[in-house]
């Protein structure tokens, strides 16, 4: 920069240019605020920014509140000193700080937290490694550990035969799913549903051990279906089966996951419908209405031959029972009369004529007593006192032969 002399006191100045005292060499001297960067001045920014612009997408953004700190300015300054700092100017010491901040931040990002219907899986480097209960947890994080969440309170249900509609209809129907062969060889139209959860004491095999876990359930609880309907007729299974194929329709899908390890509980099996193909469902109807009413017929005879057989045995025991008595009277009355034979047999070898005159008396007592008696005399018939209506008798019987 040339210097030359100003004024007689020989002190020398830069000289810019201008004619200027500005030491600094720059613009000459304006009343107007200056920008320190070095920009023109402006005569609406006290902060030396750029001209003001009413254009808005003519110019740079400006302040919207209308006074305040250049923000712009302020970036573009720190931008540069960012610019000028280099590897060479950081330390050590400052290098060891910054290593360690990121480390921290990196192994806090580790923990995590487990919802109370959920169970945590700790991997490291894709290993399994542990669960974790609910509440805040901790695993190494990405990219050496990951954490899978089940959850393994929340009950899940799969429709099958049907398209996840609320009541069955035809709308949502898959006969591809429904239609199952019966054990006599008849077409059934079954649609059930599964309702199941993950096991909470092996969330781990439900995790890693089977793939599309909701589709592999699906797979075999239908397979299980149609096993267990290919052992039963189409008849029992429109009727009396259904509260028997549900469990054993349980049982067996249970199985088929045990053994396949998926971590899988079965809560249980409903069967939503089961009806023969919609083209021969009215002729199925009939079959079954006949069967209803085979079935009252037959309740309705077992229940009259309950009322009858049990008074038929009664009178039988009844007549039974008097035939028997009849029976002991007879005999005894032939026994007693034996024995009195016997007695007036021995009696009458004693004395021939007075027991010949005693039965005679005995026979002709016995005779006269039940009927009516008139005395008679050489002369005709006696009037006599009629002795049987005074002790009750009927007068008829006492009259004299050929009265009137």
């Known amino acids: 920069m040339p210097w030359q002399n100003q004024g007689g006191d020989g002190s020398r100045k830069p000289d810019n240019g201008a004619g200027d005292n500005n030491p600094w060499g720059a613009a000459p001297k304006n009343d107007s605020p200056k920008n320190p960067w070095g920009d023109p001045p402006r005569n609406d920014n006290p902060w030396g920014g750029p001209p003001k612009n009413d254009n808005p997408w003519g110019g740079p953004p400006k302040n919207p509140w209308g006074s305040g700190p250049d923000l712009e300015g302020f970036v573009r300054g720190a931008q540069e000193k960012l610019g000028k700092f280099g590897p060479g100017d950081i330390t050590p010491r400052i290098g060891a700080m910054i290593a360690g901040v990121v480390a921290l931040l990196w192994l806090a990002s580790g923990f995590y937290t487990v919802d109370p219907n959920q169970v945590g899986l700790n991997l490291v480097f894709g290993r399994y490694v542990g669960k974790t209960g609910p509440g805040l947890n901790y695993n190494w994080p990405g990219p050496i550990g990951a954490v899978v969440k089940l959850n393994v309170t929340d009950r899940n249900s799969i429709d099958i035969g049907a398209r996840g509609v609320p009541s069955i209809s035809s709308v949502g129907e898959a006969p591809e799913e429904s239609l199952m062969l019966t054990g006599d060889e008849n077409i059934a139209d079954v649609k059930f549903r599964v309702i199941w959860q993950i096991d909470p004491t092996k969330p781990e095999d439900f995790a890693f051990n089977i793939k599309n876990q909701a589709e592999t359930i699906k797979a075999v609880s239908e397979s299980a279906m149609r096993e267990i309907v290919g052992r039963t007729q189409i008849q029992p299974l429109l009727t009396a089966e259904r509260k028997v194929i549900e469990p054993a329709a349980q049982k067996a899908i249970q199985s088929i996951l045990d053994s396949y390890k998926a971590g899988v509980t079965i809560l249980q099996v409903q069967l939503l419908s089961v009806d023969p193909p919609p083209t021969v469902i009215a002729a199925f109807r009939d079959v079954t209405s006949a069967q209803q009413d085979r079935s009252r017929f037959v309740n309705e005879a077992q229940a009259e031959a309950n009322k009858i057989v ?82 009750g008798g009927d007068h008829s019987q006492n009259k004299p032969a050929g009265a009137q």
């Open 310 to 391: 049990p008074q038929a045995r009664g009178e039988a025991s009844k007549i039974q029972r008097d035939a028997e008595g009849y029976r002991e009277q007879t005999v005894a009355e032939a026994k007693g009369q034996t024995a009195r034979y016997l007695k007036i047999f021995g009696e009458y070898k004693k004395a021939p004529e007075v027991t010949r005159e005693r039965l005679y008396l005995e026979t002709m007592e016995r005779v006269l007593r039940s009927g009516d008696k008139i005395l008679l005399d050489r002369a005709g018939a006696l009037p006599v006192l009629p002795l049987n209506p005074l002790q």
